[in-house]
């Protein structure tokens, strides 16, 4: 069973919605409650002040993801640098998915977006075993300038997923900027699956590019993490 780490601002009371909760039920959780500190501001020092506060809540969430079935854990991290943090707490858990929380109600359509250099039989694997036998619609999209071979992409990766029953219908953006595609796609559908994509100078001058769609998507998003396996298929790819 995938585990999905859902990273929180627990002291600044961001919670999840219903909506959210209902969709990662098949799934194994940690809650991750994380506070970014002062740089001058010893970890220890806030644990001490903020601690029993932050579990109360902590315990609340776990519970609403089944901690009493045993689906569902929390960590609770005061740290100076987030992302840091959500990685190393998500190599610490094996948790090969993160949740961006968004604003979302009963969840029945997910985008799943195969732009770039992305796992995509993971993506998908992921996605098939989220759906399950749930009635959720499945598009997958794709932003490229090579119309022939994303459609082929696309048509391979939608009958994977319905030899398994799920209904999937395929949108193929061509010669489009992906991320505005990507966001205007997603204004049909109550969340998002995307894969993580490789640093690139891009993403330090504008941020994460599933940061960045999660800010302008109402939805949750969910990230398949990139594995150091994936970078080397990447560069097997570009040298053939």
Do not use: N
């Amino acid at each position: 069973m995938t585990r999905i780490l859902v990273p929180l601002k627990i002291l600044e009371g961001q919670s999840v919605s219903a909506g959210l909760t209902a969709l990662l039920e098949p799934m194994s959780v940690t809650v991750l409650g994380y506070h970014v500190l002062p740089e001058q501001t010893p970890p220890d020092q806030a644990r001490q002040q903020y601690e029993d506060r932050a579990t109360d809540a902590l315990e609340d969430l776990a519970t609403e993801f089944g901690a009493e079935d045993g689906t569902a854990d929390y960590r609770l991290v005061f740290t100076h640098d987030r992302k840091q943090t959500v990685d190393r707490v998500a190599d610490a858990t094996e948790s090969d998915v993160y949740a961006i929380p968004g604003a979302t109600g009963p969840v029945d359509r997910i985008l799943v977006a195969l732009t770039g250099d992305v796992a995509v039989d993971r993506i998908v694997s992921f996605v098939a075993e989220l759906v399950g036998d749930r009635d959720i619609g499945v598009t997958l999209f794709l932003a490229t300038d090579e119309e022939a071979a994303g459609r082929k992409l696309l048509e391979a990766s939608a009958r994977v997923l319905s030899g398994d029953g799920i209904t999937v219908r395929t949108e193929l953006a061509v010669g489009e900027p992906p991320l505005e595609a990507l966001v205007a796609a997603a204004v049909d559908h109550d969340a998002i699956v995307m894969g993580e994509r490789a640093p690139s100078l891009r993403t330090l001058v504008f941020g994460e590019e599933t940061e960045r769609v999660a800010t302008e998507s109402v939805g949750p998003v969910l990230v398949v993490r990139r594995h150091e396996a994936d970078a080397d298929r990447s560069a097997s790819a570009e040298k053939s």
